[in-house]
């Protein structure tokens, strides 16, 4: 069946540019996470929405980065005047449930962002 | 706050020999564990997850894993490596209330060589 799907795949931005990261999660998922993945190192969590509503977004960066999940299933990562410090692979996850550690997280393959 | 630390960023084994991947965790509350694995241009796989119950965690291409409270760890191993394990391998946790964000190690990177 279908995964968590992410576009675009790759993105390169001037510095300063503004960029946008999109996501599809599972049909009917509930929850769905963005997270951020320097080189060499493990994700870091951004924001979780469930549904519609974004619940946490206490791992955005600054308030240059900006989600949003409108109708409570695909969603979008924003982010302004871009940074050289922002390139990084951005991973979307969603899973079933609200909430909830036991509920397995689904990743897609991430979009990975450079900035020169 | 949670932290999880792994030991490894490299590890080379032979092929169809044994492997295993560290994983310790910090946290002053309980907590959910998780292995991942990353291969090239790919997403993140869960290979298991133990959340509670037995301490042996079987997971899927014939990894395992056991959770050990008074040592907080959570080492992932395998008894006869294949060259297609080679990949990135993550540990994760997360509170088992009030929270569903994971926290991830910096990962280890298993080369798998003939």
């Known amino acids: 069946g279908a995964g968590v799907s992410q576009s675009p795949r790759y993105k390169v931005a001037k510095r300063g540019q503004d960029v946008a990261l999109r996501c599809d999660p599972i049909?009917?998922?509930?929850?769905l996470f963005w997270y951020q993945q320097a080189l060499g190192q493990g994700p870091e969590f951004l924001t979780y929405?469930?549904?519609?509503?974004?619940?946490?977004k206490s791992g955005l960066p600054s308030d240059r980065f900006f989600a949003e999940r409108p109708e409570g299933s695909v969603s979008t990562l924003k982010i302004q005047r871009t940074q050289q410090e922002d390139s990084a692979v951005y991973l979307c996850?969603?899973?079933?449930?609200?909430?909830?550690?036991?509920?397995?997280?689904?990743f897609g393959p991430g979009t990975r962002l450079t900035v020169l | 706050a949670q932290s999880v630390t792994q030991l490894d960023s490299q590890v080379p084994v032979f092929e169809e020999a044994p492997v295993e991947l560290r994983c310790n965790y910090s946290?002053?509350?309980?907590?959910?564990l998780f292995w991942y694995v990353q291969y090239p241009n790919q997403g993140l796989q869960l290979l298991l997850k133990?959340?509670?119950?037995?301490?042996l965690v079987k997971g899927i291409n014939g990894f395992e894993a056991e959770f050990n409270k008074s040592q907080t760890s959570f080492h992932l191993r395998k008894p006869s490596v294949h060259i297609s394990d080679t990949a990135e391998y993550f540990c994760?946790?997360?509170?088992?209330?009030?929270?569903?964000?994971?926290?991830f190690g910096t990962g280890t990177r298993l080369k798998v060589l003939a």
């Open positions: 996850a969603s899973s079933l449930v609200a909430g909830g550690g036991t509920d397995t997280q689904y």
């Open positions: 049909s009917g998922h509930v929850s």
């Open positions: 133990y959340l509670s119950g037995s301490t």
């Open positions: 994760a946790v997360t509170l088992i209330s009030g929270t569903y964000k994971y926290i």
């Open positions: 946290s002053s509350v309980s907590v959910y």
């Open positions: 929405f469930q549904n519609e509503a974004q619940l946490d």
